[in-house]
């Protein structure tokens, strides 16, 4: 690859790069009614980026060869603006996670197993879809920094979304749980993830709208990630702070000292996210996004990087060799405080506690809103009835002011991230977190 890279450099290229990925995909999907097995199927290709007279280039192609290196350098574009963070020679080569060892027939029959299961999870359950897949990707990134970096690897998935209806009343559950480390169904304890989605449901077809307003509320390590992915998270990808609110924040204390929020490339859960190198071949480092309750740094690429004037954190990540690699999170949580569970539930008189949630979504001015699957009201410190059709709103930099507890304990959880087009792996979590107020909203 590197005589290519020398070609366009000779061409007037300050900076180029390539990356192959060769990635080996199959899936298994099950419904009440119907299964759909997709055999292993092999998609590789290359993409060339390169930088001349600081306008960008990019290519994606199934061969390399000089005439692709020559296109690429002759359709550069842009306004002669573009600078990046260069780094020094580096030569790796790294093994993620654990191979699988199933067959695709053994993984469909223990699918078939689990979708038993979920048939006699609930009578009212009116339908489900249960999906299995699974990857192996070999990535290959060079540049002319004289960088050669070489990654093989799995990830293994598996989600269920589950419908039930009683009268009226309509219940929706579901989970994803994904790993490098193995084969998902031996990683993770299947029979206790289906007793939570069985309780659940029952939990849904059974709870009360909550009164809308604002109330003190507890929120759990699973909603506690997703709000410190959507709401502090994407508003600290350095293309998206730059124009909003975070980057006028910077140095400022927006909370608590016990409050922190990091981004790490590699984690140590079962589900956890591994970037080592992202796609621009940048060793992955943690990237404090508040600490002690100050806002710190941004999530970047080597552009972003250059641009702040901020040491490079290989948050930059492709869906695929067809994409070009945006600023993208890995393993973003908070970190765990001092209060034990008793105490972050104590003196709570009226209130409610957030387990599990479906879904959410954040704007630029860091308004956000998310709607919760498992969740209870509270009364006098006590976890009461439980609720349904449960959603919370409100404001990033109020809410994070608002924390006035954060627990020992801590837990992370994960699923898929979209951006500009692109889905990629990412996992969150945290510890159990009380906030003063926030708002809490019901519909019927």
């Keep these: 690859m590197f005589r290519y890279l020398r070609r366009a450099e000779n061409l007037g290229a300050s900076f180029a790069d390539i990356r192959f990925e060769r990635v080996k995909t199959s899936s298994i999907t099950i419904t009440e009614d119907r299964k759909y097995v997709s055999r292993y199927g092999i998609d590789e290709g290359y993409s060339i980026r390169v930088i001349t007279n600081r306008n960008l280039g990019f290519k994606v192609t199934n061969k390399i060869d000089e005439g692709e290196i020559e296109d690429v350098v002759n359709n550069t574009y842009g306004d002669e603006r573009v600078n990046i963070v260069y780094l020094p ?43 299995y897949s699974e990857e192996k990707f070999h990535k290959e990134y060079y540049s002319t ?17 589950i419908i ?36 659940r449901l029952e939990n849904q077809l059974k709870g ?16 506690v990630g997703v709000f410190t992915h959507e709401a502090v998270g994407h508003l600290a990808e350095a293309d998206t702070a730059v124009n909003g609110l975070l980057y006028q924040l910077r ?26 190198y992202d796609d621009e071949g940048v060793e992955g480092r943690e990237v404090k996004i508040l600490e ?17 004037g901020q040491p490079p954190t290989g948050n930059s990540r492709a869906q695929n060799y067809r994409n070009v690699p945006l600023i993208r999170m890995r393993n973003t ?6 209060s034990s569970l008793d105490e972050i539930f104590e003196g709570i008189k009226e209130g409610y506690y957030l387990v599990s949630p479906v879904g959410g979504e954040t704007s630029a001015d860091g308004t956000f809103q998310f709607a919760i699957q498992e969740g209870y009201r509270i009364e006098n410190g006590q976890i009461k009835e439980p609720l349904r059709n449960v959603g919370i709103s409100g404001y990033t930099i109020e809410a994070l002011g608002m924390v006035e507890l954060v627990s020992k304990d801590f837990g992370m959880s994960n ?30």
Excluded: W
């Design 164 to 199: 039930a209806r009683e009268g009226d009343i309509t219940a929706e559950v579901s989970e994803i749980i994904t790993t490098h480390f193995g084969y998902v169904l031996e990683t993770f304890d299947i029979n206790q993830i289906l007793e939570k989605l069985r309780h």
């Design 145 to 161: 920094e004289d960088r050669e970096i070489t990654i093989d690897g799995n990830l293994s998935s598996l989600s269920i979304f």
């Design 89 to 131: 020679s580096k030569h790796d080569s790294v093994k993620i996670g654990k191979d699988i060892s199933k067959s695709i027939e053994e993984e469909s029959s223990d699918l078939d197993k689990i979708a038993t299961q979920i048939k006699s999870l609930h009578p009212s359950i009116r339908s489900f879809t249960l999906k």
């Design 415 to 444: 699923g898929y991230c979209g951006k500009g087009g692109q889905e990629v792996h990412v996992s969150d979590g945290g510890p159990y977190v009380r906030v003063k107020r926030l708002k809490v909203g019901g519909y019927v």
């Design 208 to 223: 009360v709208v909550p009164k809308g307003g604002e109330y003190p509320v507890v929120l759990a390590p699973e909603v």
């Design 333 to 338: 949580y908070m970190l765990p405080g001092n």
């Design 251 to 276: 140095g400022k204390k927006i909370g608590e000292d016990f409050l922190n929020i990091s981004d790490l490339p590699i984690g140590n859960y079962p589900q956890s996210t591994l970037i080592y």
């Design 292 to 308: 002690k309750g100050v806002v710190k740094e941004f999530m970047t690429d080597r552009y972003y990087s250059a641009y702040l």
